[in-house]
């Protein structure tokens, strides 16, 4: 069980019932405050429908650390507030209450600094890449630095992904974290001979406390005579560990021979740290060359080694990083386990994401769109959209032809994926509208059909390296954009409020038979008619044609919207008529919008009723006291 929800009164119970939805195995407990200290070890999520002072008073002489107290939330009885108020992070009460928040329709409150920065918890971060916190004192002080100056500096030795808030450093001394299995990086540097406050020239101080994350991945070999003590076997660990300067808290797993697997010394010390025991059998060990060998060994196992070979076969790594310790009873051999992310370059899989900005400003990018931009290496678009959102992208490799060449840039972004990296595939506005978004989609499936299976071939299309590649393993994520028929909408007023067709007068790619036909029959349908890429380059005649059809159907007087560069420094707003409409500058950064029958204006606004005349025309005016 791992839910708790705790009301008092009637108004709670109800909601409570309510949050059953969210959390269906949840219990419903009437509270009161001598039992929940009997519900602090037993749940992992207390949610409480109360005054938060009730909880706060409740729950204080419980309160132990974040690593171990439940994620605690309390919800006012209407539901208007779910307050994260412990364990936001490590024990999840800050989704909880975001989710609360969501299925209720209410607001989360959060608190911890880092989520209201929109910065990555050190915590959590920690957690989702398996390191262990050395010293969790040090964690506050690094968490405000990380919110102060808005970026964290990451000293590390393995190779990770890290978010793009942290800022990767080459040298230990620069980190506020250090990612690294070495107990202490300062130990092999000549000491610091200078006074507090001097210059110090050997890097050997550190200038501000730096929190140490270790990565687990030290595989300890043991091998040890029958009957030795978990004691023994602990401190000859610990005491090579020591002496090699390498941090307990890295250790990933042990490693032995078979027969010592459960051998009770051994068993224990791995239980009690929770250590995974890996064991060979005596001919896997012996196919290990290059490790020291001992004759007692063999004698009494088969084995020519049991802790340098263990070590080797379950690290995965050819190397030893501390060879054969004999103390007492007990041979310990270390070696670094294989880094996840180069162990599996490989089959590292591209993304592709397809990416609309939004009309221009950055503001009207979505968050989501935001972060994805964040997340990616590489950057592919036509140079006037990604100038509109340059302070985002400054850091990122960028791929940017000119206009023309739409193909070569959506090939060039798959090809890119295919290799591994994380690639966004910019648009203007919405991605799948008059954009990208299908021609990414049209190529990949070329690539599969060209090869006539998931295989790439390399002949035409792709570089040999790419050869072996499966389309298939290319994640292709579409993120929506507001497009220019939003936005010029919105700077309007309300023209879009009823049926409507969208036409683009580019003849590019469409023969222009087929625009008129289409323009004849919205025409004629008296859909309200959004007109994009209004004057081609080249063939400035269009709008005049496409407004030669409307006239035959709609009347001079029909409200027309042109809006030029929407959400952009040098937009243009401008509401005239059928008639009037060529007296305007209407350019390649312009959309029209040419209303129906029913559009009108009115305070410099277009607008398209919806048919709420009818609701009108039943009184309503009336029973308000206006005049219809
Ligand atoms: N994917 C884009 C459309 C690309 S086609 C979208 O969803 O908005 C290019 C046409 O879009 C332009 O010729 C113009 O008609 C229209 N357009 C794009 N941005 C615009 C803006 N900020 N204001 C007005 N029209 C715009």
Redesign the pocket.
């Known amino acids: 069980m791992s839910t708790a929800i705790l009301y008092i009164t009637n108004n709670g119970l109800t909601l409570a019932k309510r949050l059953k939805g969210l959390y269906p195995d949840a219990k419903i407990l009437k509270f009161k405050s001598e039992a929940v200290s009997e519900f602090w070890n037993e749940y992992r999520n207390l949610i409480f429908i109360m005054a938060s002072g009730i909880v706060v008073r409740t729950i204080a002489p419980l309160i132990k650390d974040k690593k171990t107290d439940p994620a605690v939330v309390v919800i006012d009885e209407v539901g208007k507030f779910a307050i994260s108020l412990l364990s936001g992070h490590l024990g999840g009460a800050n989704k909880i209450a975001e989710a609360i928040a969501d299925f209720l329709g209410g607001e989360a409150v959060v608190t911890t600094a880092s989520d209201v920065n929109n910065m990555p918890p050190i915590d959590l971060w920690a957690r989702e890449n398996n390191f262990v916190i050395d010293d969790w004192d040090i964690l506050p002080q690094v968490g405000t630095r990380l919110i102060n100056s808005g970026a964290l500096r990451v000293y590390t030795e393995v190779e990770i992904k890290i978010p793009d808030e942290f800022l990767k450093v080459a040298e230990p001394r620069f980190g506020d974290v250090l990612i690294t299995n070495r107990k202490d990086v300062y130990l092999s540097r000549p000491t610091c001979n200078y006074a507090a406050g001097e210059q110090c020239s050997t890097s050997a101080c550190r200038v501000k406390s730096q929190l140490y994350l270790r990565p687990r991945n030290l595989v300890v070999g043991i091998g040890c005579n029958s009957g030795t003590s978990e004691k023994e076997i602990e401190d000859a660990v610990k005491k090579t560990l020591e002496e090699n300067n390498l941090s307990f808290s890295s250790i990933h797993s042990i490693a032995t021979i078979d027969i010592k697997a459960n051998e009770h010394g051994l068993a224990a010390f791995a239980k009690r740290h929770n250590f995974e025991i890996n064991a060979f059998t005596p001919d896997e060990l012996n196919t290990v060359q290059r490790v020291e060998k001992s004759e007692a060994a063999f004698k009494a196992t088969g084995a020519i080694g049991v802790a340098e070979p263990a070590a080797i076969i379950s690290s995965g790594n050819d190397k030893l990083l501390v060879q054969k310790q004999k103390i007492g009873n007990v041979t310990v051999a270390i070696a670094e386990k294989r880094s996840a992310v180069s162990g599996q370059q490989s089959e590292k899989k591209g993304k592709v994401y397809i990416i ?1 900005t939004g ?2 400003s950055i503001e009207h990018i979505t968050p989501y769109a935001r972060n994805a931009i964040r997340k990616s290496d590489v950057i592919v678009g036509y140079d006037t959209y990604l100038d509109l959102i340059r302070e985002l992208i400054n850091d990122k490799e960028i791929v940017s032809t000119g206009m023309t060449q739409e193909i070569d840039r959506c090939k060039k972004a798959v090809e890119l994926a295919i290799e591994g990296k994380t690639v966004s595939v910019i ?9 990208m978004a299908g021609l990414v989609f049209e190529i990949i499936r070329a690539i599969e059909r060209q090869s006539g299976s998931a295989e790439y071939p390399n002949k035409n299309f792709l570089p040999d390296e790419l050869s072996h590649c499966s389309a298939a393993a290319l994640s292709v994520e579409v993120i929506p ?5 939003n ?2 909408a919105a700077r309007l007023g309300a023209p879009l409020m009823h049926d409507f067709a969208v036409i ?1 007068l ?1 003849d590019k790619l469409t023969p222009w038979e087929l625009i008129e036909k289409r323009i004849t029959s919205a025409a004629m349908s008296d859909f309200v008619t959004v ?5 081609s380059m080249g063939r400035p005649e269009h709008i005049n044609k496409a407004r030669a059809i409307f006239f035959k159907y709609r009347s001079a007087e029909t409200p027309v919207g042109i ?6 420094e040098d ?1 243009s707003v401008i509401i005239t008529n059928l008639r009037d409409m060529l007296n305007y500058d209407i350019d ?5 919008i040419i209303g129906n029958s029913q559009t009108f204006t009115w305070n410099n606004r277009m607008i398209t009723p919806r048919g709420y005349e009818k609701k009108w025309s039943n009184g309503v005016m009336e029973q308000w006291g206006l005049k219809g």
């Open positions: 609309g009309p221009g648009s203007s506005g919405d991605p799948g509208i008059y954009a954009g507001i497009s220019a028929l936005a010029c683009s580019s007109l994009y890429n209004p004057k809006v030029k560069g929407a959400m952009r937009e390649m950064q312009t959309t029209v």
